[in-house]
């Protein structure tokens, strides 16, 4: 076997190697209350089926919670070990073996295994099963038991990033032989196990006697998570003092918040994106006219300034963040240009635009004023936007992915072949514009196997370049997380993680009563 060091894992630039296990200080913390948070993108079709969780409520609630997965980044931005201690690389990249964690025991007293690490994986390609994680356990062929705490995987191309992808929300470890029952109740080797769960309601959870990370993490005593997804209802809540923290900061009530002195708001920049996808394979999107007009019509400098008050940076259509290392902040600018949107509908034949586009602030806070401020914009083209309001509840179910161009929202990923994969690799279950392009495809492989740093940053910029000239979706900013707290909670002052919102969706096992 081939093993790279942290250090030249940090030379490379490549996400292979040997990573020492847990990662996490010991800070100055003590056990003890009840934690109260109060959080938007809740719904009543919520489960603890890890394949379909696509929103903060489930994404807090579940990984770093009442599940654990295999590797975690920390918020530092490192990668560690979860339930994995180890791993290490064949020369290629296709062959990693992870040795497991020992002494490690489910909520239901079944200790834990290599079999449960193969079988929670193997959910995620099962016939009829709708995961957002199938692409990346679809590139495993083969998954071979070592020993009772040694799994080996053999990828059908080389992955320099595999080890990363499995800190993905979606992949948590269930216990084998039982996966139905662990789903239908949260059965998990979190910190917390679920005492109760109304879906799009309330979850109350408890702390885990003699856990894997004592000491290190996990401080409350108990959880009890509030879905309050108008945001309004959610920063009074916490402004009286109803719950201790909040995702999604209502920017509208930024100056309320932060006059008062028993609240705190954390901000990090991260690779979080809004965006408006178009499905390419349904007309007039599968023109690329028609796509390029519609990037030129919208004033993204507006949108910052009047969609997140400042909160962000404009973005250029394509999902690579300022966070990510091969970030390509020298392409060209799409920016706002009426007459070149005019000029593009009509090298497409049309004579004028009129196209919908559905909306709802679930898929992020002020989708709708930004939808309204697009269709503004997009008059002087000549482009007739209809902003249509969905509702709320079941947006994501039934409005993303399904009508032709929506309002959506991408946290970004810590890897660039990670990003890529989810979302605009061919075929993938998130794919959420369709977008067909042979050169992008044909890159992708490549540069998910390529170790050299240089080939792989010229790699990614071109990617980019192609996803903003060609691709199906407007990305007009990038925000930054910003969310808010009571006093009566704290990190310590550590850095907080940039990779999800609140501290990389792992503030209930990393924060503690002040």
Known sequence: MHSISRRGLLKTGAAAGVLAATGMPVRAAQRGGTFKLGLAGANTSDSWDGRTHSDSYMIVTAHGCVFDCLTEVNANGELVGELAESWEASADAKTWTFKLRQGVTFHNGKPFGADDVIESLQMHTAEGAKSAAKPIVSAITEMKKLGEHEVQFTLAAGNADFPFLMSDY?????????????????IGTGLYKVDSFDPGVRTLMSRVDSHYKDGKAGWFD????????????????????????????????????KANPNINIFEVTGNQHYTFPMLT?????????VRQALKFAINREEMVEKVL?????????HPIGPANQYYAADLPQNDYDPDKAAALIKEAGLDGLQVDLSSSDAAFSGAVDAAQLYQASAKAAGIDINVVQEPADGYWSNVWLKKPWVACYWSGRATEDWM??????????????????????????????????????????????????EGGTVVPMYANYVDAHSTKITNGGATIGNLWQLDSSRIIERWWMA
């Open 170 to 186: 979606h992949i948590l470890m269930y216990p084998a032989g039982m996966i139905e029952e662990a789903i239908a109740k949260g």
């Open 420 to 469: 890529f994969s989810t979302a605009y690799e061919t075929g993938v279950p998130w794919n959420d514009t369709k977008w067909e392009n042979a050169r992008f495809q044909e890159l992708l492989l490549l540069a998910r196997a390529e170790l050299d740093q240089a080939k792989r940053r010229d790699m990614y910029t071109e990617m980019q370049a192609l996803i903003s000239s």
């Open 222 to 257: 108990s959880v009890e998570v509030i879905a309050i997804n108008d945001s309004s209802a959610r920063m009074n809540a916490l402004m009286t003092g109803q719950i201790d923290a909040a995702n999604r900061v209502d920017f509208k009530l930024e100056n309320l918040l």
């Open 281 to 289: 394979n349904l007309s007039p999107f599968d023109n690329l006219k």
């Open 309 to 317: 008050l400042g909160h962000g940076a404009v973005g250029n259509d």
